[in-house]
């Protein structure tokens, strides 16, 4: 006791010294030997009988802390005071013992030097019984198995395992060597948590993490009210594919040719694939082709000279493709474009160069072209509307979004998304019956997704009460079904198998009697247009098909 560089007395719990070293004295500047609490001044008495009632208590005395801790011996106590000379020493003792997690120090032999109380409630001893104790003795004695202690030794660094204790408890269990200046293990630091509590973390930190995830889609979902941006949702196959390709068309520089029927989402895809690549530091412009008089297009699209024409800005003006530049250039209905404007177009999409209307300098931009068309562009190349080399220049990357009939499985998540966005906008809780959802995958969409998501605005704001039911839904909706229902008239019983043949053949012959063109059979018989293809095939060898064939 008196080699310690602290001072220490024991006392009984009437307040007898028991012992004490001779650094207590020291610090507590008296003579020593003394025998009795009352030889000491004032406040250290009240503090030791403040310990004698709460079990601990904490004091300065000038320059040196004190404390003095109960402890239970048997049917009696006795008080311990420790005399901190060092302020630092003491602030330590006390973030170890407010540590969440028990820490546990050894010397490099796994001797213990110091532990926090928290470890009486983990091991089911005290401070006073472990210090000293060597870890290996503490195992072999199952006090908490496995040690880690010849594992830090051995490995010289950080190790972590799952201790069991006598008490019945599971630990996470960290050993941290430290060194000294000779490489030496000098000290061991082992931190150890309940598995239970680092379970109930995780719980905690998995609904923290919801919560999250529940914020952020609510603020996302509120930005894109705010600013009208929209987010893309789909759960098809289909557009599954389409989106993979998008990712992998997003970060290159490579035209784009968007093919889709109107309302499919080929400006929600033009806009997705600028986002997702490298120039969404800049704008993307979308210009409607066919929504500007073909006098207007090239000026708009290529920019003017100063006196280019009369009723012309003085100062000249951008267009478009210069405006875009460093970022993305959306050509929506690309097909509406007259066949000159076809050639400017072309010429900038191979040199990366123009000249403004009424100029002669070339000017470079650096301006990523996307372009969209609802049009069959390679029937419009045959009957010589589009110019062949700028659809094969525009169709570097072909990108077919598929009709909205065609990939019913995206339905239930429009409707879902079209709602919760429709909610928020109007501060509604409107939700969607069963039946009405059955009627809406039923339906052919023409207008694809801009229609779904019309009606569903429509329903949303005309539907009484919180659900929409089937008696908000519009006649041709329902008519819809029962003419699916009706369908075809059977007169006489034949074998199923020759009655589907039958019943295809006439399908496919009539298809393409009328349309003379495979994609366009594909769209009316609402099947891939490879299909119509192989049912060709299989039906030509006779009959009209194959008459009709050979006069192509
Ligand atoms: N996958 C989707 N997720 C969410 N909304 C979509 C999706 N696809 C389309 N929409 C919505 O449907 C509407 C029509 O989309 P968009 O204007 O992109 O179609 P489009 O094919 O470019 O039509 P058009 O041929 O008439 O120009 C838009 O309001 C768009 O936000």
């Given at each position: 006791?008196?080699?310690?560089?602290?001072?220490?007395?024991?006392?009984?719990?009437?307040?007898?010294?028991?012992?004490?070293?001779?650094?207590?004295?020291?610090?507590?500047?008296?003579?020593?030997?003394?025998?009795?609490?009352?030889?000491?001044?004032?406040?250290?008495?009240?503090?030791?009988?403040?310990?004698?009632?709460?079990?601990?208590?904490?004091?300065?005395?000038?320059?040196?802390?004190?404390?003095?801790?109960?402890?239970?011996?048997?049917?009696?106590?006795?008080?311990?005071?420790?005399?901190?000379?060092?302020?630092?020493?003491?602030?330590?003792?006390?973030?170890?013992?407010?540590?969440?997690?028990?820490?546990?120090?050894?010397?490099?032999?796994?001797?213990?030097?110091?532990?926090?109380?928290?470890?009486?409630?983990?091991?089911?001893?005290?401070?006073?019984?472990?210090?000293?104790?060597?870890?290996?003795?503490?195992?072999?004695?199952?006090?908490?198995?496995?040690?880690?202690?010849?594992?830090?030794?051995?490995?010289?660094?950080?190790?972590?395992?799952?201790?069991?204790?006598?008490?019945?408890?599971?630990?996470?269990?960290?050993?941290?060597?430290?060194?000294?200046?000779?490489?030496?293990?000098?000290?061991?630091?082992?931190?150890?948590?309940?598995?239970?509590?680092?379970?109930?973390?995780?719980?905690?930190?998995?609904?923290?993490?919801?919560?999250?995830?529940?914020?952020?889609?609510?603020?996302?979902?509120l930005r894109q009210l705010v600013s009208g941006e929209k987010e893309v949702v789909y759960q098809s196959n289909e557009m599954k594919e389409v989106?993979?390709?998008?990712?992998?068309?997003?970060?290159?520089?490579?035209?784009?040719?968007?093919?889709?029927?109107?309302?499919?989402?080929?400006?929600?895809?033009?806009?997705?694939?600028?986002?997702?690549?490298?120039?969404?530091?800049?704008?993307?412009?979308?210009?409607?082709?066919?929504?500007?008089?073909?006098?207007?297009?090239?000026?708009?699209?290529?920019?003017?000279?100063?006196?280019?024409?009369?009723?012309?800005?003085?100062?000249?003006?951008?267009?478009?493709?210069?405006?875009?530049?460093?970022?993305?250039?959306?050509?929506?209905?690309?097909?509406?474009?007259?066949?000159?404007?076809?050639?400017?177009l072309l010429q900038f999409l191979q040199d990366s160069c123009f000249r403004r209307v009424g100029g002669n300098e070339p000017i470079h931009v650096n301006t990523r072209i996307i372009a969209a068309t609802n049009q069959d562009l390679p029937q419009l190349v045959k009957e010589k509307k589009f110019r062949e080399d700028l659809f094969y220049r525009l169709n570097v990357v072909p990108m077919m979004i598929p009709p909205l009939r065609h990939r019913k499985d995206d339905i239930a998540v429009l409707v879902d998304h079209f709602l919760t966005q429709l909610n928020l906008k109007y501060q509604m809780n409107k939700r969607i019956s069963d039946d009405v959802y059955q009627y809406l995958l039923r339906y052919h969409w023409p207008g694809n997704v801009r229609e779904l998501e019309n009606l569903i605005e429509r329903l949303v704001v005309t539907c009484e009460g919180s659900k929409v039911t089937i008696e908000g839904l519009p006649t041709y909706l329902i008519d819809y079904k029962s003419h699916i229902q009706e369908g075809i008239v059977v007169k006489d019983i034949i074998p199923l198998k020759q009655a589907v043949e039958d019943l295809e053949r006439q399908l496919v012959t009539q298809a393409y009697l009328k349309y003379k063109n495979t994609y366009k059979c594909a769209e009316a018989l609402q099947v891939n247009q490879s299909t119509v293809v192989r049912k060709i095939k299989k039906y030509a060898k006779h009959g009209k098909l194959k008459n009709l064939l050979t006069e192509n």
């Open positions: 006791m008196n080699d310690s560089s602290f001072g220490s007395t024991v006392f009984s719990k009437e307040g007898h010294v028991l012992c004490h070293n001779d650094a207590a004295a020291d610090l507590l500047s008296m003579e020593g030997p003394f025998t009795n609490i009352n030889q000491m001044p004032d406040d250290v008495q009240n503090t030791f009988f403040k310990c004698s009632l709460e079990g601990g208590a904490d004091h300065s005395f000038g320059a040196v802390r004190l404390h003095f801790q109960r402890v239970e011996k048997q049917k009696e106590y006795r008080v311990l005071l420790i005399v901190y000379n060092d302020p630092h020493y003491f602030e330590l003792e006390q973030i170890i013992n407010q540590s969440f997690d028990e820490i546990l120090v050894t010397d490099g032999d796994g001797v213990i030097t110091k532990v926090s109380k928290k470890c009486e409630e983990l091991y089911g001893l005290s401070e006073e019984v472990l210090i000293g104790q060597k870890t290996a003795d503490l195992a072999n004695r199952h006090v908490f198995t496995p040690s880690l202690t010849p594992v830090v030794q051995k490995e010289k660094k950080k190790v972590s395992c799952i201790q069991g204790t006598r008490t019945g408890k599971r630990l996470y269990v960290i050993g941290n060597p430290i060194f000294d200046d000779d490489g030496e293990i000098y000290r061991i630091v082992f931190n150890s948590r309940e598995v239970s509590e680092i379970e109930m973390l995780e719980s905690r930190l998995q609904q923290t993490e919801n919560l999250l995830n529940q914020y952020r889609t609510e603020l996302r979902q989106f993979q390709l998008a990712a992998k068309v997003a970060p290159v520089d490579s035209t784009v040719l968007i093919a889709g029927e109107t309302g499919v989402g080929k400006g929600v895809m033009a806009r997705y694939i600028h986002q997702e690549g490298n120039r969404n530091n800049n704008k993307i412009i979308e210009i409607n082709c066919g929504a500007i008089p073909e006098n207007l297009i090239e000026s708009e699209l290529f920019g003017y000279e100063k006196g280019a024409f009369t009723g012309a800005n003085k100062a000249g003006k951008k267009g478009v493709i210069e405006l875009a530049d460093g970022g993305t250039l959306f050509l929506d209905e690309v097909a509406d474009l007259s066949l000159n404007v076809q050639v400017k």
